[in-house]
Protein backbone atom coordinates (compact mmCIF):
# COMPACT_ATOMS: atom_id res chain seq x y z
CA UNK A 1 0.00 0.00 0.00
CA UNK A 2 1.25 3.38 -1.15
CA UNK A 3 2.55 5.21 2.71
CA UNK A 4 1.36 8.83 1.35
CA UNK A 5 3.51 11.35 3.50
CA UNK A 6 6.81 9.98 1.96
CA UNK A 7 10.13 9.66 4.10
CA UNK A 8 12.60 11.67 2.17
CA UNK A 9 15.62 9.85 3.34
CA UNK A 10 17.42 9.36 0.19
CA UNK A 11 20.44 10.28 -0.91
CA UNK A 12 21.64 13.29 -3.43
CA UNK A 13 23.62 11.61 -6.28
CA UNK A 14 26.48 14.12 -6.15
CA UNK A 15 27.77 15.21 -9.56
CA UNK A 16 30.87 13.49 -11.12
CA UNK A 17 32.33 16.92 -12.71
CA UNK A 18 30.87 20.00 -12.10
CA UNK A 19 29.67 21.83 -14.47
CA UNK A 20 28.14 24.73 -12.79
CA UNK A 21 27.91 28.50 -13.51
CA UNK A 22 26.83 31.88 -13.10
CA UNK A 23 24.09 31.81 -15.76
CA UNK A 24 21.96 29.77 -17.27
CA UNK A 25 23.89 27.23 -20.21
CA UNK A 26 22.56 27.63 -23.48
CA UNK A 27 24.36 24.27 -25.49
CA UNK A 28 24.34 23.47 -29.00
CA UNK A 29 21.12 21.75 -30.51
CA UNK A 30 21.49 18.02 -28.76
CA UNK A 31 21.97 15.64 -31.23
CA UNK A 32 20.88 12.19 -31.12
CA UNK A 33 23.38 9.04 -32.08
CA UNK A 34 22.31 7.71 -35.44
CA UNK A 35 21.66 3.91 -34.60
CA UNK A 36 22.62 3.65 -38.73
CA UNK A 37 25.56 4.91 -41.42
CA UNK A 38 24.90 9.14 -41.55
CA UNK A 39 23.77 9.68 -45.61
CA UNK A 40 24.41 12.97 -46.38
CA UNK A 41 21.26 14.39 -48.40
CA UNK A 42 21.99 17.40 -50.73
CA UNK A 43 18.39 18.42 -51.76
CA UNK A 44 16.79 21.70 -51.07
CA UNK A 45 13.10 20.94 -51.69
CA UNK A 46 10.78 24.24 -51.83
CA UNK A 47 7.30 22.77 -52.23
CA UNK A 48 5.15 20.16 -50.20
CA UNK A 49 5.20 16.56 -52.70
CA UNK A 50 2.02 15.81 -53.85
CA UNK A 51 -0.88 13.09 -52.36
CA UNK A 52 -1.35 9.91 -52.11
CA UNK A 53 -4.07 7.07 -52.46
CA UNK A 54 -5.34 4.03 -50.34
CA UNK A 55 -3.07 1.04 -50.63
CA UNK A 56 -4.04 -2.48 -49.91
CA UNK A 57 -3.22 -3.84 -46.81
CA UNK A 58 0.27 -5.66 -46.46
CA UNK A 59 3.15 -5.66 -43.62
CA UNK A 60 6.14 -3.93 -44.00
CA UNK A 61 9.39 -4.20 -44.37
CA UNK A 62 10.98 -3.80 -40.37
CA UNK A 63 13.62 -1.09 -38.87
CA UNK A 64 16.12 -0.74 -36.07
CA UNK A 65 14.02 0.92 -33.71
CA UNK A 66 14.53 4.43 -32.58
CA UNK A 67 16.61 4.34 -28.74
CA UNK A 68 12.90 5.55 -27.13
CA UNK A 69 11.13 4.60 -24.07
CA UNK A 70 9.00 1.46 -24.16
CA UNK A 71 5.57 2.40 -23.68
CA UNK A 72 1.78 1.32 -24.56
CA UNK A 73 -1.17 3.26 -26.42
CA UNK A 74 -3.82 4.52 -24.61
CA UNK A 75 -6.77 6.99 -25.76
CA UNK A 76 -8.64 8.54 -23.03
CA UNK A 77 -11.12 11.32 -24.23
CA UNK A 78 -8.53 14.17 -24.47
CA UNK A 79 -5.29 12.53 -25.29
CA UNK A 80 -4.10 9.63 -27.62
CA UNK A 81 -0.74 8.57 -26.70
CA UNK A 82 0.84 5.36 -29.09
CA UNK A 83 4.45 4.51 -29.20
CA UNK A 84 3.12 1.62 -31.85
CA UNK A 85 4.31 -1.33 -29.45
CA UNK A 86 0.87 -2.80 -30.36
CA UNK A 87 0.61 -3.00 -33.85
CA UNK A 88 -3.34 -3.26 -33.36
CA UNK A 89 -3.19 0.39 -32.17
CA UNK A 90 -5.34 1.32 -35.16
CA UNK A 91 -3.00 3.10 -37.36
CA UNK A 92 -3.31 2.30 -40.84
CA UNK A 93 -1.44 -0.92 -42.44
CA UNK A 94 -1.06 -0.29 -45.86
CA UNK A 95 1.12 -0.90 -48.91
CA UNK A 96 1.70 -0.71 -53.11
CA UNK A 97 3.45 0.43 -55.44
CA UNK A 98 3.49 3.66 -53.87
CA UNK A 99 4.86 2.55 -50.71
CA UNK A 100 3.84 1.42 -47.45
CA UNK A 101 2.70 2.35 -44.19
CA UNK A 102 2.54 0.38 -40.87
CA UNK A 103 4.20 -1.22 -37.35
CA UNK A 104 7.98 -2.04 -37.79
CA UNK A 105 10.03 -3.41 -34.95
CA UNK A 106 8.15 -0.72 -32.06
CA UNK A 107 7.77 1.82 -34.11
CA UNK A 108 5.78 3.42 -36.79
CA UNK A 109 7.17 3.39 -40.76
CA UNK A 110 6.57 5.32 -43.60
CA UNK A 111 8.27 4.02 -46.86
CA UNK A 112 7.34 6.42 -50.39
CA UNK A 113 8.83 5.00 -53.17
CA UNK A 114 7.28 7.82 -55.76
CA UNK A 115 9.07 11.10 -57.08
CA UNK A 116 7.08 14.16 -55.63
CA UNK A 117 4.52 11.89 -53.35
CA UNK A 118 3.66 11.64 -49.84
CA UNK A 119 1.82 8.71 -47.71
CA UNK A 120 0.14 9.52 -44.35
CA UNK A 121 -1.84 7.32 -41.92
CA UNK A 122 -4.53 8.69 -39.02
CA UNK A 123 -5.39 6.92 -35.54
CA UNK A 124 -9.13 7.78 -36.25
CA UNK A 125 -8.98 10.22 -33.15
CA UNK A 126 -10.79 13.15 -33.20
CA UNK A 127 -9.62 16.38 -31.59
CA UNK A 128 -10.52 20.29 -31.69
CA UNK A 129 -7.37 22.18 -30.33
CA UNK A 130 -4.46 19.91 -30.57
CA UNK A 131 -0.84 19.68 -29.44
CA UNK A 132 1.26 17.29 -31.01
CA UNK A 133 4.67 15.52 -30.66
CA UNK A 134 6.04 12.82 -32.07
CA UNK A 135 9.60 11.58 -32.92
CA UNK A 136 10.88 11.23 -36.18
CA UNK A 137 14.18 9.69 -38.02
CA UNK A 138 14.60 9.06 -41.59
CA UNK A 139 16.50 5.78 -42.07
CA UNK A 140 20.12 5.82 -43.16
CA UNK A 141 19.47 4.54 -46.89
CA UNK A 142 16.32 6.85 -47.29
CA UNK A 143 16.51 9.60 -49.83
CA UNK A 144 15.60 13.18 -48.78
CA UNK A 145 12.28 13.31 -47.23
CA UNK A 146 9.63 15.51 -45.60
CA UNK A 147 8.40 14.14 -42.50
CA UNK A 148 5.61 15.23 -39.72
CA UNK A 149 2.51 15.49 -37.98
CA UNK A 150 -1.47 16.09 -39.46
CA UNK A 151 -4.00 17.89 -37.66
CA UNK A 152 -7.85 18.61 -38.13
CA UNK A 153 -8.04 15.74 -40.83
CA UNK A 154 -11.14 15.78 -42.58
CA UNK A 155 -10.40 13.51 -45.58
CA UNK A 156 -7.37 12.95 -47.91
CA UNK A 157 -8.34 16.56 -50.02
CA UNK A 158 -8.48 18.62 -46.21
CA UNK A 159 -5.93 18.78 -43.66
CA UNK A 160 -3.19 20.57 -42.24
CA UNK A 161 0.04 19.79 -41.03
CA UNK A 162 3.48 21.01 -39.88
CA UNK A 163 6.79 19.33 -41.11
CA UNK A 164 10.80 19.02 -41.55
CA UNK A 165 13.18 17.65 -44.18
CA UNK A 166 16.01 15.34 -43.51
CA UNK A 167 18.11 18.38 -45.08
CA UNK A 168 16.87 20.80 -42.86
CA UNK A 169 13.74 22.48 -44.61
CA UNK A 170 10.04 22.97 -42.72
CA UNK A 171 7.08 24.16 -43.11
CA UNK A 172 3.29 24.38 -41.96
CA UNK A 173 1.26 22.80 -45.24
CA UNK A 174 -2.28 22.40 -45.52
CA UNK A 175 -3.95 20.40 -47.59
CA UNK A 176 -7.68 22.18 -48.76
CA UNK A 177 -9.86 20.64 -51.51
CA UNK A 178 -7.05 18.49 -53.05
CA UNK A 179 -4.57 21.72 -52.88
CA UNK A 180 -1.16 21.85 -51.03
CA UNK A 181 -0.48 25.37 -50.08
CA UNK A 182 3.21 25.75 -47.78
CA UNK A 183 1.09 28.38 -45.56
CA UNK A 184 4.87 29.59 -44.18
CA UNK A 185 8.13 30.96 -45.56
CA UNK A 186 6.11 32.81 -48.77
CA UNK A 187 5.07 29.63 -50.36
CA UNK A 188 8.01 27.71 -49.81
CA UNK A 189 9.78 25.48 -47.34
CA UNK A 190 12.75 27.31 -45.16
CA UNK A 191 15.86 26.16 -43.95
CA UNK A 192 16.41 26.40 -39.87
CA UNK A 193 19.04 25.51 -38.17
CA UNK A 194 17.40 23.85 -35.08
CA UNK A 195 16.32 20.77 -37.22
CA UNK A 196 18.60 17.64 -37.31
CA UNK A 197 19.74 16.45 -40.69
CA UNK A 198 20.34 13.45 -42.42
CA UNK A 199 19.20 10.14 -40.28
CA UNK A 200 19.05 11.97 -37.38
CA UNK A 201 16.12 11.99 -34.75
CA UNK A 202 14.23 14.94 -33.97
CA UNK A 203 11.39 16.04 -31.86
CA UNK A 204 8.52 17.26 -33.54
CA UNK A 205 5.37 19.41 -32.20
CA UNK A 206 2.37 20.85 -33.63
CA UNK A 207 0.21 23.42 -32.21
CA UNK A 208 -3.27 23.67 -33.18
CA UNK A 209 -5.41 26.28 -31.53
CA UNK A 210 -8.31 27.79 -33.42
CA UNK A 211 -7.20 29.04 -36.80
CA UNK A 212 -3.74 29.13 -35.17
CA UNK A 213 -1.07 26.70 -35.67
CA UNK A 214 2.18 26.59 -34.81
CA UNK A 215 5.89 24.32 -35.67
CA UNK A 216 7.99 23.32 -32.91
CA UNK A 217 11.22 21.21 -33.13
CA UNK A 218 13.79 20.14 -30.60
CA UNK A 219 11.97 22.17 -28.09
CA UNK A 220 12.41 25.20 -30.36
CA UNK A 221 10.04 27.57 -31.87
CA UNK A 222 10.51 27.67 -36.04
CA UNK A 223 7.20 29.74 -37.25
CA UNK A 224 3.45 30.16 -37.34
CA UNK A 225 0.74 30.59 -39.29
CA UNK A 226 -2.95 31.44 -39.17
CA UNK A 227 -4.84 29.67 -41.65
CA UNK A 228 -9.00 28.77 -42.44
CA UNK A 229 -9.39 25.31 -41.25
CA UNK A 230 -11.97 23.14 -39.93
CA UNK A 231 -12.20 23.36 -36.36
CA UNK A 232 -12.03 19.68 -35.51
CA UNK A 233 -10.71 16.57 -37.30
CA UNK A 234 -8.07 13.74 -37.13
CA UNK A 235 -4.50 13.65 -35.77
CA UNK A 236 -1.89 11.77 -37.80
CA UNK A 237 1.73 11.28 -39.42
CA UNK A 238 2.75 12.38 -43.27
CA UNK A 239 5.95 11.54 -45.34
CA UNK A 240 7.12 12.30 -48.57
CA UNK A 241 9.83 12.15 -51.30
CA UNK A 242 10.86 15.29 -53.83
CA UNK A 243 13.16 14.67 -56.63
CA UNK A 244 14.23 10.62 -55.66
CA UNK A 245 11.66 7.85 -54.95
CA UNK A 246 12.47 5.80 -52.06
CA UNK A 247 11.95 7.69 -48.76
CA UNK A 248 11.68 5.93 -45.27
CA UNK A 249 10.31 7.98 -42.05
CA UNK A 250 10.36 6.16 -38.51
CA UNK A 251 8.56 7.41 -36.21
CA UNK A 252 7.63 7.13 -32.24
CA UNK A 253 6.40 8.59 -29.40
CA UNK A 254 3.13 9.65 -30.88
CA UNK A 255 1.59 12.23 -28.40
CA UNK A 256 -1.97 14.37 -28.86
CA UNK A 257 -3.48 16.10 -26.11
CA UNK A 258 -5.74 19.22 -25.05
CA UNK A 259 -3.19 22.42 -25.23
CA UNK A 260 -2.31 23.80 -21.92
CA UNK A 261 -4.57 26.24 -20.52
CA UNK A 262 -4.02 29.85 -21.62
CA UNK A 263 -2.14 28.43 -24.62
CA UNK A 264 -1.29 31.27 -27.22
CA UNK A 265 0.74 31.13 -30.42
CA UNK A 266 1.94 34.71 -31.67
CA UNK A 267 3.90 36.15 -29.11
CA UNK A 268 6.87 33.56 -29.11
CA UNK A 269 10.35 34.80 -30.91
CA UNK A 270 11.92 31.82 -32.82
CA UNK A 271 15.25 30.00 -31.21
CA UNK A 272 14.93 31.79 -27.94
CA UNK A 273 12.91 29.32 -25.78
CA UNK A 274 14.72 26.75 -24.81
CA UNK A 275 17.69 27.10 -22.03
CA UNK A 276 19.23 23.80 -21.46
CA UNK A 277 18.17 20.32 -23.42
CA UNK A 278 19.58 16.92 -23.01
CA UNK A 279 18.59 13.47 -25.30
CA UNK A 280 21.34 11.92 -23.25
CA UNK A 281 23.18 10.24 -26.07
CA UNK A 282 26.51 11.45 -24.78
CA UNK A 283 27.34 9.91 -21.74
CA UNK A 284 29.42 13.05 -20.65
CA UNK A 285 27.00 16.06 -20.97
CA UNK A 286 26.91 16.41 -16.97
CA UNK A 287 24.77 14.10 -15.19
CA UNK A 288 25.82 11.63 -12.32
CA UNK A 289 26.82 8.07 -13.22
CA UNK A 290 27.61 5.93 -10.07
CA UNK A 291 26.21 2.80 -7.94
CA UNK A 292 26.16 2.57 -4.35
CA UNK A 293 24.61 0.09 -2.14
CA UNK A 294 21.17 2.05 -2.57
CA UNK A 295 21.11 2.06 -5.78
CA UNK A 296 22.91 3.74 -9.23
CA UNK A 297 21.99 6.53 -11.57
CA UNK A 298 23.82 6.71 -15.73
CA UNK A 299 23.52 7.04 -18.96
CA UNK A 300 22.03 3.88 -21.17
CA UNK A 301 21.07 3.40 -25.44
CA UNK A 302 20.90 7.01 -25.42
CA UNK A 303 18.68 7.40 -21.93
CA UNK A 304 19.14 8.24 -17.86
CA UNK A 305 18.01 6.10 -15.67
CA UNK A 306 17.66 6.09 -11.69
CA UNK A 307 17.52 2.53 -9.64
CA UNK A 308 16.30 2.69 -5.85
CA UNK A 309 16.92 -0.50 -4.44
CA UNK A 310 16.07 0.58 -1.11
CA UNK A 311 12.66 0.98 0.21
CA UNK A 312 11.14 4.11 1.16
CA UNK A 313 14.30 6.12 -0.75
CA UNK A 314 14.72 8.50 -3.30
CA UNK A 315 17.89 9.43 -5.21
CA UNK A 316 18.25 12.48 -7.48
CA UNK A 317 20.42 13.87 -9.89
CA UNK A 318 21.06 17.50 -11.62
CA UNK A 319 23.54 18.81 -14.40
CA UNK A 320 25.35 21.44 -12.62
CA UNK A 321 23.37 24.59 -14.10
CA UNK A 322 22.16 27.51 -12.63
CA UNK A 323 19.19 29.12 -13.81
CA UNK A 324 17.69 32.35 -12.43
CA UNK A 325 13.76 33.25 -12.98
CA UNK A 326 11.37 31.44 -14.15
CA UNK A 327 11.87 27.85 -15.91
CA UNK A 328 9.45 25.01 -16.98
CA UNK A 329 11.18 21.43 -16.86
CA UNK A 330 9.81 18.91 -19.07
CA UNK A 331 11.14 14.66 -19.39
CA UNK A 332 9.86 11.74 -21.01
CA UNK A 333 10.09 9.08 -18.59
CA UNK A 334 8.76 5.84 -17.45
CA UNK A 335 9.14 2.97 -15.15
CA UNK A 336 11.73 0.16 -16.80
CA UNK A 337 11.77 -2.42 -13.86
CA UNK A 338 9.82 -2.44 -10.28
CA UNK A 339 6.81 -2.07 -8.31
CA UNK A 340 3.76 0.03 -9.81
CA UNK A 341 3.74 2.35 -6.92
CA UNK A 342 6.96 4.34 -7.54
CA UNK A 343 7.73 7.42 -8.18
CA UNK A 344 9.26 9.74 -11.34
CA UNK A 345 10.09 13.11 -11.35
CA UNK A 346 11.21 16.83 -12.17
CA UNK A 347 13.28 19.33 -9.36
CA UNK A 348 13.54 22.68 -10.26
CA UNK A 349 15.03 25.63 -7.74
CA UNK A 350 17.90 23.38 -6.63
CA UNK A 351 20.49 25.02 -4.19
CA UNK A 352 21.52 21.66 -2.58
CA UNK A 353 20.09 18.28 -1.17
CA UNK A 354 18.36 19.98 1.14
CA UNK A 355 16.58 22.60 -0.82
CA UNK A 356 14.88 22.55 -3.60
CA UNK A 357 11.23 21.54 -5.16
CA UNK A 358 9.71 19.01 -7.00
CA UNK A 359 7.27 17.62 -9.29
CA UNK A 360 6.86 13.51 -9.48
CA UNK A 361 4.48 11.11 -10.24
CA UNK A 362 3.70 7.15 -9.31
CA UNK A 363 3.06 4.31 -12.23
CA UNK A 364 -0.05 3.70 -9.71
CA UNK A 365 -1.29 7.53 -10.73
CA UNK A 366 -0.30 9.24 -7.41
CA UNK A 367 1.33 12.79 -7.93
CA UNK A 368 2.73 15.15 -5.47
CA UNK A 369 4.66 18.75 -5.45
CA UNK A 370 7.04 18.61 -2.86
CA UNK A 371 9.01 21.20 -1.13
CA UNK A 372 12.50 20.18 0.52
CA UNK A 373 13.76 23.50 2.49
CA UNK A 374 16.39 23.08 5.85
CA UNK A 375 15.99 19.67 5.24
CA UNK A 376 12.43 19.35 6.13
CA UNK A 377 10.06 18.24 3.43
CA UNK A 378 6.68 19.29 3.08
CA UNK A 379 3.88 17.67 0.42
CA UNK A 380 2.63 21.54 -0.95
CA UNK A 381 -0.49 19.44 -2.85
CA UNK A 382 -3.03 17.32 -1.74
CA UNK A 383 -3.22 18.41 2.27
CA UNK A 384 -0.02 17.41 2.94
CA UNK A 385 -0.30 14.04 0.37
CA UNK A 386 -0.07 12.17 -2.24
CA UNK A 387 -2.98 12.21 -4.00
CA UNK A 388 -4.28 10.43 -7.37
CA UNK A 389 -5.22 12.03 -10.44
CA UNK A 390 -7.18 10.17 -13.37
CA UNK A 391 -5.05 12.20 -15.95
CA UNK A 392 -2.16 9.85 -14.67
CA UNK A 393 -2.93 6.43 -16.54
CA UNK A 394 -2.37 3.85 -14.31
CA UNK A 395 0.42 1.00 -15.46
CA UNK A 396 1.60 3.22 -18.50
CA UNK A 397 4.82 3.15 -19.70
CA UNK A 398 5.60 6.33 -20.76
CA UNK A 399 4.70 9.67 -18.97
CA UNK A 400 5.67 13.26 -20.15
CA UNK A 401 6.07 15.44 -17.12
CA UNK A 402 6.04 19.10 -16.69
CA UNK A 403 6.92 21.03 -13.54
CA UNK A 404 6.11 25.11 -14.26
CA UNK A 405 8.26 27.09 -11.92
CA UNK A 406 7.24 30.64 -11.91
CA UNK A 407 7.28 32.88 -9.38
CA UNK A 408 5.77 31.65 -6.31
CA UNK A 409 3.85 29.52 -8.39
CA UNK A 410 4.42 25.29 -9.23
CA UNK A 411 2.43 23.63 -11.73
CA UNK A 412 2.67 20.13 -12.34
CA UNK A 413 1.22 18.80 -15.86
CA UNK A 414 1.26 15.25 -17.31
CA UNK A 415 0.92 14.34 -20.88
CA UNK A 416 0.07 18.10 -21.36
CA UNK A 417 -2.83 18.44 -18.78
CA UNK A 418 -2.22 20.21 -15.96
CA UNK A 419 -2.81 18.17 -12.39
CA UNK A 420 -2.14 20.30 -9.86
CA UNK A 421 -0.56 23.66 -8.34
CA UNK A 422 1.12 24.97 -5.21
CA UNK A 423 2.70 27.91 -3.93
CA UNK A 424 5.99 28.47 -1.96
CA UNK A 425 8.27 31.26 -1.97
CA UNK A 426 10.97 29.65 -0.51
CA UNK A 427 13.45 29.83 -3.70
CA UNK A 428 13.65 31.94 -6.50
CA UNK A 429 16.38 30.00 -8.68
CA UNK A 430 18.59 26.98 -9.08
CA UNK A 431 19.40 23.86 -10.80
CA UNK A 432 17.37 21.51 -11.85
CA UNK A 433 17.66 17.50 -12.23
CA UNK A 434 15.70 14.41 -12.07
CA UNK A 435 14.57 12.24 -9.49
CA UNK A 436 13.00 8.39 -8.65
CA UNK A 437 11.90 7.08 -5.49
CA UNK A 438 10.10 3.92 -3.52
CA UNK A 439 7.56 3.46 -1.32
CA UNK A 440 6.86 0.06 0.57
CA UNK A 441 9.28 -2.04 -2.01
CA UNK A 442 12.49 -0.98 -3.74
CA UNK A 443 13.71 -2.02 -6.93
CA UNK A 444 12.77 0.56 -8.76
CA UNK A 445 14.35 1.66 -12.09
CA UNK A 446 13.32 4.48 -13.89
CA UNK A 447 14.11 5.41 -17.53
CA UNK A 448 14.61 9.32 -18.93
CA UNK A 449 14.50 11.03 -22.23
CA UNK A 450 14.39 14.42 -24.01
CA UNK A 451 14.81 16.18 -20.68
CA UNK A 452 14.49 20.41 -21.24
CA UNK A 453 14.41 23.57 -19.86
CA UNK A 454 12.60 26.68 -21.01
CA UNK A 455 11.21 29.82 -20.69
CA UNK A 456 7.19 30.19 -19.49
Same mark, same amino acid.
Given at each position: ?182 ? @??? !?? +?? &? ?5 ? $? /?????? %? ?56 ? @??? !?? +?? &? ?5 ? $? /?????? %? ?59 ? !? ?111
Amino acid at each position: MRQLALVLSGLVMLLACSLSSTAPAVPATPTRVPLLPTTESTAKPTRAPVGAQTLPTKTPVTDEPLATLDSSSSAAGDRFVDDFSDPGSGWDVNSGKQGSVGYSAGEYVIQVDEVDYSLWANPGQTFEDVLIGVTTQSSADSAPADMGAICRYQDADNFIYGEITSDGFYGITQMKKGDFTVL @TGG !GK +LK &PNDTIRQ $A /DKANQL %QLLCAGNNFALLVNDQFIDSVTADAPASGDVGLIAGTFEKSGARVRFDDFLAVLPPPG @TEI !GP +LS &PGNQALF $A /DDFSDP %QSGWDARETDNGASGYRDGRYFIRVEKPKYQLWSTPGQDFKGDVVVAVTTGLNAGPQENEM !GVICRYQDRDNFVSGSIGSDGFYAIIEEAKGSTTILTGEGKFQQSDAIPIGSETYFIQLACIGDQYTLSVNGEAIASATSSAFSGGDVGLLAGTFDKGGVEILFDDFSVNKP
